[in-house]
């Protein structure tokens, strides 16, 4: 008998249908990946197990927890359910725990809740399912607010309230996307591990194929609010028999084609020497404590027509070395240099100029460009930088958009009547638009689905490759780095501690900073690819 | 997250809006109106109809002068809104542009602006109005003046905190990626983002504001006599209450309506606009 | 965080509590329109002193009787000699001063001396400039001799400012009086009440009534309403003439009209153009129609004149009929004056409800004879400045309140700028008089004198309006002189309840907010971080400092002299002159200012100029009632916000949630005053539940309290709600769910700590609006807080008053945000570390 069966589970919220006839169940100890696109349906339907679903939502089907009918249950009875019968952990660990309360409390209440004993034993049982976690006494006290916490601290914190009842069934929702490789693997490992061990069942929800190849038993293909298909998580690498499962497993293997190795001579457009960015220290009672230095004595440089990754752990110092590269931040040691002229000693005639070739393209395609400018106006703003005005900013403007597979008249619109690939390509085409030297990503095609990621990264390589554009990467996906770039580096705590062409660095890592990321990344298909 | 639960339902509902709205463009065609016909002539003393109850001919009544009360209800708005309207337009002028600045340049500057509104946040507003007022003398140019003072941190503030979350947006990094001076970004990104803001708080201080004036010429503080005034009206009827007390409910009324009707205004507004930057943040 | 609310709010407690004693009296409480600035009739011509003390605890060797004849006081008998040049007195004997001190013919000498001398500060000194010596016979008999014959002498030392004062406390009258009246000063609540108690040594006839009770109620709608609900036995000068209808058909009420010496007229300034051409004038006194003027600005209450003289005075000539009222007649004699399109000008009025009502009704009917007239209201220092010292006006309405001051006509340097020798002659005629007859008779003739010059516009003599309950006998109808003369009034058949009087002991306020304050910055210093807590005290100092020069700064530039205004209408220049370098005004601005703040830190606020009391103490007694009114509002809008809040919040978009948004909305829309007098009206006069107005315990405070707390609760009620709705959205709520707890359990376990730190920002805004912005609410329930402390201090010039309690306000203020700032940090463990790790963002 299956732990949990859902059965031709339909959901619509005012007139639109967001789940229809949903199928899907998981076993006792069995690993379940549920995947799809952004707004696919996958974190409804989990809400939907827990009764959670949104006030006015009208449901239909079934839905089946070890012989109970959950659907039948009202909302007091799925009281007793959530938390005791049903674990969850939520995508956002900053969000996920009340920041006023101690996570001791947080962990106990669920005991308090569902086995009405007293705070202390509650506070113990708390203490087991934390140290479970991997977070032992005496270092992560049950005093501690979530606020005190790392990222990953804070997710096991989420495992440790989930589990601390030893439910039958876990569902994890997006519960590591928000953390880097080396995170993301560790608590993947202990919600795989703690799944198993207790014999529950774990739903995970997740977007990234590879994560599903490697944790999953079956994988369940979700798109529009229907399941697509479902099948062995081996299937990934194998072939999926859906057409939408194999379109999807193209996209995820599909990268640009290998470019030709630029000449060692090419002109440098910018470098970096021994730069050090530090950042007031913690004030005490009389003066200031040491500075924390986010880029330490770092030295870089990309030569015309090359492609260089960045990569390392959260919070290493990536993106304000990039900042810095840019002008927008200023540095206490060093020299940032374009085209051999430094930043600190441009004037401001001179900054516009240096401006020009360097341009940058950020992460959240929402937020890049002015919600209330049409394309329009977000590409002609760099125009200014220009040492004349085009004569025809439109037909420039209807160019480059071209130029990034845009139609002319998306110049009219404004960003929230296009979807996330498109605004990132407008961001692209306004980085484009000065015909810069450099071009800087930072993670700029890890929030897109990997659909719209493929054709991004085919344009830039082409940008690369016909225009001579260097390109920056940062990056925590390793094999966006290993396919479109030809050196890369790797920092840890503001220092570059390993560097050299990608294949190598990547094929046979040296410094454990470098050997952590590589190990920690998960990969679509093992067999095809070599494992560093 | 692919499905996020409405971060906040909307507070109150359009109907506020429309009914704010609707009672605001009442008030100000009456305000319009009023500049050019009222059923009386506002100052016109009648000795033989002192104190009458409201009637066919006297909606509103009469005062202790035999003056009609609606028509001074009417005339009176002209003074409120332009006392409350003008105090805005003087926070408005100043508070925002500083707002600007201190959002976009932080550090010491920032410190300066914003410890110089702690500094008028500190003072209490009715009484300095009273100071103000006393110092220049009794008007209704003063008293918006002396409300004016208060309203330039309010905006200050609102300006400066939405500002400050914008500068750390990706677009705000590009545009100075594409060499756009502060100023330039100031006026062209960051103003058009916290308007609507502004616009919801010139609401709401427009209604703090036709309250406030309506207590600094209970105090004898506001618009002089004969100019019809609804505080003054209210100090007035104080006495006569047990008599006519109509002399109390028609102003206070006024006052209460065009209150409500700016801050439902401002309501309705900021549930109307709140979506929008929540989706845009 | 649950902490620091449960010491911040027992500290509040014990500062607010009120500890009453019951003290059961024969007692009769009299409400009077104003506060006397201080006691000392002989210093300052505020007719509020008189209406306090006069008779009361001051006599004078002759008294004024209800009708205005003269009769004999500290003085048994007088006799002038025939050329009126020097007059003998004989005098009581065995007569005592409240400190036991002996009335004796020194006495006498020293009290008329003190008043001609120079650098004295008594207002009427200029009556007085005649008397060249006082020569002391015997202990029993005086003789004053003048250098100008002065008629009526007897009358003149009638008055309180001829008040016989002791040498040994002449210079402390101000604030403790020592009189050979019937009573002593025995409590002064400032800007509330006074009391004063029988003597048990009095040399005469004890009075039946042992304490009087004086309650200042300045506000019209607050005197009906405390007249209504009998919080005063009686109120001889009411100032709420439109009410008398009302009170009329109340039978346990008796209300009396007599006349007071209050003579209003409409002054125009003879020294400028066009009222320096008698056409003019007289077009203007046609102009108007004096009754009604008298029936639409005092509801029908006052008397016609056509002069500047009392009805009641000896020599009354009626001349009322000297310019009807004809408009055709007035416009004939603007054409002649050259004005044949009329005229325009400007009326300065002080803010007074005589002035500004009979301008509204004078606006009209100078505009019926083309005369167009701007009013303008100034505040009533500014029209001493400017209209009665500087000049600077065309016309002004004012009430002359002076008995028999016909003499301000032939001073040369007088406002209204009139100068007629013939006028001077008859002036000096009237004082030469050989006869009574004769000076009667040029009375008349003065009198007329002034109506044909038409010198200012004469209006009416003001009625005197009394209400007293029914059964107290004995009190003044007329006031042939301002003043309350109580030492003859008996009562019978009032049942008085059970007097509530203040308790007099003092807490010693300042340890216990020093204590505190220490407690808190331990408190913080030990959670937060010394480093934060020390931050965070320089940064609100700074403030403090900054305010300090602001306020400062701020009051320099008020224009209006506070010694001209303490000294009145009558006053010579040489007395204000002289009070001013007595109050210190005359020093460099930064030297002034230095000693003030350095003043401040050893808790030294200055010494009122009004009341000439320490300002601390001043203020500190405002708290006393200011504070509970703040805390219990304060309290209350919680109390309110808190349930409502919670419960729109959690029944969002159903019915519930709509009916109580609609609440919150009209909460915050409805003034608050607006409020507080429909209050008034329901609890107070219509139920009779709590007292209307005034100060007399915590239950004085429970309707005001409820009118601040309103519209602040719908405030708070909906910031909660707002909150409440944004973190309940958030994803732990959500993970709460997940975790099997209710929507209830969700709400108040996890959002509700939340939702509260915006909610406490909002707190800390309301707590000092609570203390400093209920100004309005205090007038409209007339208590004695500290709003209306400032708000008087402003309209009196007492600038150093005002200093302090901008200053007390503004430290209120920074000292609630840092409690915010502290309860902040503590209450949200994000914060708290930041604050540990030295603030970084």
């Known amino acids: 008998m299956n732990l949990l069966d859902i059965r031709n589970l339909s959901l619509t919220l005012g007139s639109s249908p967001l789940l229809s006839d949903i199928n899907l169940s998981i076993a006792e100890g069995e690993i379940v990946a549920l995947v799809g696109e952004s707004g696919s349906g996958k974190s409804l339907t989990a809400l939907s197990i827990l009764g959670l679903t949104p006030d006015h939502a009208r449901i239909s089907g079934e839905i089946v927890l070890e012989g109970r009918a959950l659907h039948t249950l009202d909302d007091r009875a799925m009281q007793a359910v959530r938390g005791r019968d049903i674990g969850m952990v939520f995508q956002e660990p900053l969000s996920a725990l009340n920041p006023v309360m101690t996570i001791g409390d947080q962990v106990a209440e669920v005991v308090r809740h569902h086995q009405g004993c007293s705070r202390k034993d509650a506070l113990a049982a708390a203490r087991l399912a934390l140290d479970k976690a991997e977070l032992p006494a005496p270092r992560f006290g049950l005093d501690l607010y979530p606020h005190q916490l790392s990222g990953g601290q804070r997710q096991r914190v989420a495992i440790a309230m989930a589990n601390v009842l030893e439910p039958r069934l876990l569902i994890a929702d997006e519960a590591t996307s928000a953390l880097d490789p080396v995170n993301q693997a560790k608590v993947l490992d202990l919600l795989c591990g703690t799944a198993r061990h207790n014999k529950a069942g774990l739903l995970l929800i997740v977007h990234d194929l590879a994560v599903a190849r490697e944790r999953a038993d079956r994988v369940v293909l979700i798109r529009q609010g229907c399941v697509m298909e479902t099948a062995p998580a081996a299937a990934l690498a194998n072939g999926l028999s859906s057409d939408y499962g194999k379109a999807l497993i193209a996209d995820a293997g599909h990268w640009p084609p290998p470019r030709p190795t630029v000449a060692n001579n090419a002109p440098v457009v910018a470098e970096t020497r021994n730069v050090t960015r530090l950042y007031a220290g913690s004030r005490k009672l009389w003066g200031k404590g040491p500075p924390i230095r986010a880029v330490d004595n770092v030295n870089l440089s990309v030569q015309r027509g090359t492609s260089i990754g960045l990569i390392g752990e959260s919070g290493c110092g990536k993106s304000t070395l990039l900042r810095a590269l840019c002008g927008l931040e200023p540095v206490q040691g060093g020299q940032v240099l374009v085209k051999g002229q430094d930043w600190a000693k441009a004037s401001v005639g001179e900054q516009r100029a240096l401006r020009r070739r360097i341009q940058p393209v950020f992460q959240d395609p929402g937020a890049s460009l002015d919600p209330r400018w049409t394309i329009a106006r977000s590409l002609s703003e760099p125009l200014a930088l220009l040492d004349k005005r085009p004569e025809n900013p439109d037909a420039l403007i209807a160019v480059t958009l071209q130029q990034v597979g845009l139609d002319a008249h998306f110049a009219n619109r404004l960003p929230h009547q296009m979807s996330g690939g498109q605004r990132q390509r407008v961001a692209l085409a306004r980085a484009l638009i000065t015909k810069p030297d450099l071009i800087v990503l930072d993670e700029a095609v890890s929030a897109l689905d990997v659909s719209v990621r493929a054709r991004i990264l085919d344009l830039l390589s082409g940008l690369c490759r016909d225009h001579g554009i260097a390109l920056l990467f940062v990056s925590h996906d390793l094999e966006v780095i290993r396919r479109l770039t030809d050196q890369v580096l790797v920092m840890e705590a503001g220092r570059i501690v390993e560097q050299g062409t990608t294949e190598t660095v990547l094929a046979s890592p040296q410094h454990p900073a470098t050997q952590r990321l590589v190990a920690a990344t998960p990969r679509l298909n093992p067999e095809t690819e070599p494992k560093a | ?281 | 965080m649950r902490w620091v609310h449960a010491l911040v709010a027992s500290a509040l407690l014990v500062l607010a509590a009120p500890a009453w004693a019951e003290v059961p009296q024969s007692r009769l409480v009299i409400g009077v329109p104003l506060e006397p600035p201080h006691l000392d009739p002989t210093s300052g011509a505020a007719a509020a002193i008189d209406e306090v003390v006069y008779a009361n605890v001051f006599e004078g060797l002759t008294r004024l009787t209800p009708n205005g004849t003269v009769a004999p006081s500290l003085a048994e008998s007088w006799s002038a000699s025939p050329d009126g040049l020097s007059w003998t007195f004989r005098l009581k004997h065995g007569v005592t001063f409240n400190d036991g001190t002996a009335f004796n013919a020194e006495t006498v000498r020293f009290s008329l001396m003190r008043i001609v001398a120079a650098g004295s500060t008594n207002a009427q000194k200029a009556l007085f400039a005649p008397v060249r010596d006082v020569q002391v016979i015997d202990p029993a008999t005086v003789v004053i001799h003048l250098s100008r014959p002065v008629a009526n002498l007897p009358y003149l030392l009638a008055w309180g400012d001829a008040a016989m004062v002791s040498p040994q406390s002449a210079a402390t009258n101000g604030t403790r009086p020592v009189g050979t009246g019937l009573y002593t000063l025995s409590r002064w609540q400032r800007g509330g009440e006074l009391e004063l108690v029988r003597r048990e040594d009095y040399w005469g006839r004890a009075p039946q009534t042992q304490r009087l009770t004086f309650r200042f109620i300045g506000d019209p709608a607050a005197a009906f309403a405390a007249v209504r609900a009998g919080d005063v036995d009686a109120f001889p000068n009411y100032p709420a003439p439109e009410t008398i209808g009302e009170l009329k058909r109340d039978p346990a009420l008796v209300v009396t009209q007599g006349l007071s010496e209050g003579k209003v007229i409409m002054a125009m300034n003879n020294a400028r153009a066009p009222f320096n051409d008698i056409r003019v004038r007289r077009a203007l006194s046609y102009a108007i129609d004096r009754q009604a003027v008298i029936d639409g600005a005092m509801f029908g209450f006052g008397q016609p004149i056509g002069s500047h003289y009392s009805r009641q005075a000896e020599g009354y000539v009626d001349l009322t009929g000297r310019y009807p009222h004809d408009v055709a007649k007035a416009r004939r004699l603007l054409t002649d004056a050259g004005y044949p399109n009329g005229l325009d000008a400007t009326l300065r009025i002080p803010p007074r409800p005589y002035a500004r009502r009979s301008a509204e009704v004078l606006v009209n009917q100078l505009a019926a004879a083309n005369v167009r007239v701007k009013v303008e209201t100034l505040e009533w220092a500014q029209w001493l400045d400017q209209v009665f010292g500087r000049k600077q006006f065309d016309l002004t309405i004012v009430e002359h309140v002076e008995p028999m001051d016909y003499d301000i006509y032939g001073r040369t340097d007088y406002y209204f700028g009139y100068n007629n020798p013939a006028f001077d002659a008859l002036l000096a005629a009237v004082n030469t008089a050989p006869d009574e007859a004769t000076r009667l008779s040029l009375l008349g003739d003065l009198q007329r004198k002034i109506a044909d010059d038409a010198v200012n516009v004469f209006l009416f003599q003001s009625a005197r309006i009394g209400v007293h309950k029914a059964g107290i006998n004995g009190i003044w109808i007329n006031a042939p002189i301002a003043a309350n003369d109580m030492t003859g009034v008996t009562q019978s058949g009032i049942a008085r309840g059970t007097a509530n009087a203040p308790n007099t002991k003092t807490l010693p306020w300042h340890w216990i907010g020093f204590g505190l304050l220490a407690a808190l910055l331990a408190f913080s210093a030990h959670r937060l971080g010394a480093a934060w807590t020390a931050k965070k005290v320089a940064g609100h100092t700074a403030t403090l400092l900054a305010a300090s020069v602001v306020i400062f700064a701020l009051l320099q530039v008020l224009p209006g002299d506070p010694a001209a205004y303490m000294m009145g209408l009558n006053a010579s220049p040489e007395a204000v002159a002289t009070l001013r370098q007595q109050m210190g005004l005359d020093g460099p601005i930064i030297a002034r200012y230095l000693s003030w703040v350095g003043g401040l830190f050893s808790g030294d606020f200055g010494t009122s100029y009004t009341y000439q009391t320490p300002v601390a103490g001043l203020i500190f007694e405002r708290l006393s009632v200011s504070l509970p009114l703040a805390i219990s509002a304060l309290i209350a809008s919680v109390l309110i916000a808190l349930p409502v809040g919670v419960l729109a919040a959690r029944y969002r978009g159903k019915t519930l949630d709509t009916g109580l948004i609609g609440l919150m909305q009209a909460g915050i829309a409805i003034p608050n005053f607006w409020l507080g007098l429909l209050l008034i009206l329901l609890f107070s006069v219509g139920l009779g539940w709590f007292p209307a107005g005034g100060y007399s315990g915590w239950t004085s405070l429970l309707l005001p309290a409820l009118a601040l707390a309103a519209p602040q609760a719908a405030i708070l009620a909906r910031v909660l709600r707002t909150s409440l709705l944004d973190t309940l959205g958030d994803d732990y709520v959500r993970t709460a769910r997940a975790k099997g707890l209710s929507k209830n359990a969700a709400l108040i376990r996890h959002a509700l700590p939340n939702a509260w730190i915006p909610v406490l920002t909002v707190l800390g805004l309301q707590a000092p609006f609570l203390l400093a912005g209920s100004v309005v609410i205090e007038n409209v329930f007339s208590l004695p807080g500290l709003g209306r402390l400032a708000f008087q201090a402003v309209s009196q010039r007492d600038l150093i008053v005002v200093q302090g309690v901008v200053m007390v306000l503004v430290a209120a203020v920074v000292l609630v945000s840092l409690v915010i700032d502290i309860a902040y940090a503590v209450a949200d463990p994000r914060q708290r570390d930041a604050a540990l790790n030295g603030g970084r963002k």
């Open chain 2, 1 to 281: 997250m692919t499905f996020a639960a409405p971060k906040r339902m909307r507070a109150i509902g359009p109907r506020s809006l429309k009914i704010g709205l609707g009672l605001s463009v009442f008030i100000i065609l009456v305000t319009l109106l009023a500049l050019v016909w009222t059923p009386f002539d506002p100052l016109f003393q009648n000795p033989d109809a002192r104190l009458m109850a409201p009637d066919s001919q006297h909606l509103f009544g009469t005062d202790a002068l035999g003056r009609d009360v609606l028509s001074l209800v009417m005339a009176g708005a002209a003074n409120s809104v332009a006392v409350a309207g003008s105090a805005v337009i003087f926070g408005l002028a100043i508070g925002v542009p500083l707002g600007l600045w201190a959002a976009a340049r932080s550090g010491w500057r920032d410190d300066v602006v914003m410890r110089g509104g702690d500094l008028v946040f500190a003072f209490p507003s009715l009484l300095t109005a009273v100071m103000l007022a006393a110092a220049t003398g009794p008007s209704a140019f003063n008293a918006a003046l002396a409300l004016g003072v208060f309203n330039i941190p309010v905006f200050m503030r609102v300006v400066r905190g939405a500002g400050r979350g914008l500068w750390s947006r990706d677009f705000v990094t590009a545009a100075r990626a594409a060499g756009q001076s502060t100023r330039s970004i100031s006026i062209r990104h960051i103003l058009p983002h916290v308007l609507g803001l502004v616009v919801v708080q010139a609401a709401v201080q427009f209604a703090v504001g036709v309250a406030a004036e309506a207590g600094l010429s209970y105090l004898g503080l506001g618009a002089q006599p004969p100019a019809p005034s609804w505080g003054r009206m209210l100090a007035e009827s104080q006495t006569l209450i047990g008599t006519a007390p109509w002399l109390a409910i028609f102003p206070g009324l006024a006052i209460f309506a065009t209150v409500l009707a700016l801050s439902l205004t401002g309501d309705g507004l900021r549930d109307r606009l709140d979506p929008r930057l929540k989706r845009e943040v």
